[in-house]
């Protein structure tokens, strides 16, 4: 895309006056995202429990606890394992939703966006309610003496996975369906045509053309994953915790702001990584903006 | 494709607030119903012998002795803001102090109930205090937090009426609680569970064990009682000699965050047994109506202090309002609506509840937090509690 560069903001007869409606969104964007960010950046490197003269005395720290290594490391395993999840159960729905005739298909939408209509904190204590050892599948398998001892469902990462993959699936579906529906049904029907059978046509033609919806997804799900917080907490086990618990009981219970914002500075530099890296290979724009193509 | 393009906008939207709430979400448990005590060994109950003050501390002396009965009056339209835990916590001393005192001295009250470390932090920091009066746990209010809290005024407050160890520059105690071993009946097949060493023994008590997911919330100290340290010798603490008494029940723990939590670990019989908060315990058992008791033994008495915000535009009032709130005739009052017990040595609990109170339960085997080492140490804390428990 070639640069604009040179336009004048004011006068000229290309200035677009609907433009001034970005100002009062970039204005708070500003003000209550980039400006915190920023002081957050800065005390990682100038708030220390005692003076020191090293303005990386806070990432030293960091780096020379195997706990925080091995955490964060966690951190990246269960949001990979939870994008692989939910493109295991997304890429199937959304291409059932584009089969099936329109009404269906907008059922099949709400079905996915249900979850969004309580808090998160609800969804996950309910799982718990479902998955603990006195919770509801226990206890009915325990009274129709299927099984002696509780199944180990909570505190595991399949609890984990559960609880997250809920919450997520939604932004892995949604941009798999964009997709596939605009993909024109002929081309599969040609190759069909020209003698494909039919999983060889979905496989040569159909999957190429749809794995845009599934980068863009798999990028959405991953960098959400890596926030995560309530969930491995209460339904994990603490091999499954993740950084963002290791912040919030910096922020909020030793009150060690310093090192807090190192975690949260390591993180968001990580995850704006992550998405440099996809960025060679997918669009950041399909993913978080417009899917229309240019 | 118009319509897709916004319905992708407005997921992109919500994909940020969801981002954003998983991260802030959550109960804060460096408070919820409160953390715990001091290095002193308090003398929890007995009376002191009254205090002569100095000749020249004379006029102090006497405003100390009216502001418990008569407290003075607040200008006109004056408001404190409290800060505390919420829940029935907080009910119990509003009903026990604050419309008491609203009442005698005309000063109205606003409440939050999210009390947090953080927050004050945050209010000092930007210079926006908004808070007068804070309910904080042990772990807050020592020197360490000295940029952070106004210096308590003390010849308002009666500090040798406090609990020894209880009243410091920053902090004055205001409840008592104790963390001990609840244990429910269920689970323990008729056995009582004697202390920390049976809540070790999963082969005598088989079944989950709850735990306060907080690195200076007790988890070394009980594993140290139960491995045979004797309460008084718990500090400095044997980090190494902790972790190897926790390795052998590592896969039986349960770790909660806040008090609602293990109330109802505990309640379910999801854990058989839980280091929890008395209160939690109590309520467990009356308010859920399940069978769970509480031992007394190896218990850690501690309590939730007073501080006031540095900065703040109400401090006089807020100073009067803690001495009040402090003093014989007024401390024990909040324990009618929860057990949770008085600091000062000579108020009086409630009767019906008194039995149920940490410091009514005090005997050899009682311990107290160091505050002192444990906020010197939180570093060296965390880092041996995260290495253990994220291994």
Redesign the interface.
């Known amino acids: 895309m070639p640069r604009i560069t040179g336009r004048r903001v004011s006068g000229g007869p290309s200035f677009n006056r609907w433009a001034l409606l970005a100002v009062p969104p970039i204005v708070f964007l500003v003000a209550f995202f980039l400006v915190p960010l920023i002081v957050v950046s800065l005390r990682s490197v100038t708030d220390f429990?005692k003076p020191t003269g090293d303005a990386l005395a806070n990432y030293s720290r960091f780096f020379a606890?195997?706990?925080?290594l091995?955490?964060l490391g966690?951190t990246f395993w269960v949001a990979a394992l939870s994008t692989v999840i939910c493109l295991a159960l997304g890429y199937p729905y959304a291409y059932l939703m584009n089969i099936v005739r329109p009404r269906l298909a907008g059922l099949l939408l709400i079905a996915v966006l249900l979850p969004?209509w309580s808090?998160?904190?609800v969804r996950t204590y309910a799982w718990q309610v479902i998955l603990?050892?006195?919770g509801i599948i226990n206890t009915f398998l325990l009274d129709a003496k299927v099984i002696e001892e509780p199944l180990q469902l909570i505190?595991t990462t399949l609890g984990v996975m559960l609880g997250m993959s809920q919450?997520l699936l939604?932004?892995m579906v949604?941009?798999i369906y964009?997709v596939m529906?605009?993909i024109d049904p002929e081309y599969t029907r040609a190759a069909a045509n020209l003698g494909a059978p039919p999983f060889a046509a979905f496989r040569r033609v159909f999957l190429p053309l749809s794995l845009p919806g599934v980068l863009a997804g798999s990028l959405?799900v991953f960098?959400?994953a890596l926030?995560?917080?309530?969930?491995p907490?209460l339904l994990g086990s603490?091999?499954d915790?993740m950084i963002?618990q290791?912040?919030?009981?910096a922020?909020?219970?030793?009150?060690?702001?310093g090192i807090g914002s190192t975690m949260a500075v390591i993180l968001m530099g990580l995850t704006l990584a992550v998405l440099l890296a996809a960025s060679r290979v997918v669009r950041l724009r399909d993913?978080?903006?417009?899917?229309?193509e240019s | 494709m118009t319509i897709w393009r916004h319905s992708f906008l407005l997921v992109a939207a919500s994909a940020l607030l969801v981002g954003a709430c998983s991260g802030g979400a959550g109960a804060s448990p460096g408070g919820a119903a409160a953390t715990g005590g001091t290095s002193a060994s308090a003398a929890p109950t007995g009376a002191a012998p009254e205090s002569v003050a100095p000749a020249s501390a004379d006029p102090a002396a006497s405003s100390a002795a009216d502001i418990c009965t008569n407290p003075p009056k607040a200008p006109e339209g004056a408001a404190l803001t409290f800060s505390s835990y919420g829940g029935a916590y907080q009910e119990a001393q509003r009903k026990g102090w604050l419309e008491p005192y609203a009442a005698l001295t005309g000063v109205k009250f606003q409440e939050s109930e999210d009390s947090s470390n953080a927050t004050i932090k945050a209010q000092v920091e930007s210079g926006q205090v908004t808070w007068d009066i804070v309910d904080v746990g042990n772990d807050f209010g020592l020197d360490a937090n000295a940029d952070l809290l106004e210096p308590l005024d003390y010849t308002k407050i009666k500090k040798d009426e406090i609990l020894d160890g209880f009243a410091g520059t920053y902090r004055v105690a205001d409840i008592t609680y104790g963390v001990v071993l609840a244990y429910n009946t269920d689970k323990t097949g008729g056995q009582v569970p004697q202390g920390w060493a049976d809540y070790f023994d999963t082969a005598k008590f088989p079944g989950k064990r709850g735990m306060y997911d907080y690195s200076a919330g007790g988890i070394f100290e009980v594993a140290l009682m139960a491995d045979g340290v004797a309460p008084k010798d718990l500090y400095p603490l044997d980090i190494p000699r902790a972790v190897k008494k926790l390795d052998t029940i590592k896969e039986d723990l349960v770790f909660w965050g806040s008090g609602a939590e293990s109330q109802d670990l505990i309640g379910k019989g999801e854990v058989a047994m839980s280091l929890i908060w008395n209160g939690r315990a109590y309520s467990a058992k009356n308010i859920d109506k399940k069978p769970v008791e509480i031992q007394w033994k190896g218990q850690i008495v501690t309590s939730d202090y007073f501080v006031v915000p540095k900065g703040t535009p109400n401090k006089d009032l807020a100073m009067d309002f803690i001495a009040w709130a402090t003093c014989k005739e007024n401390n024990g009052a909040p324990s009618k609506y929860i057990p949770y017990g008085p600091t000062n040595k000579n108020a009086p609990a409630d009767p019906a509840n008194a039995a149920q109170l940490s410091v009514s339960n005090v005997d050899e085997s009682t311990a107290y937090f160091d505050d002192v080492w444990v906020v010197e140490n939180a570093q060296l804390l965390e880092d041996a509690y995260q290495e253990w428990k994220t291994k």
């Open positions: 429990p606890s195997a706990a925080n091995r955490v966690n969004f808090s998160l904190l603990r050892d006195t505190r919450v939604p932004f949604l941009p964009a529906r605009r959405l960098v959400l926030g995560f917080y309530i969930t907490a603490p091999k915790t963002s290791f912040i919030a009981s922020i909020q219970q030793r009150l060690d702001w993913v978080f903006g417009s899917l229309e």
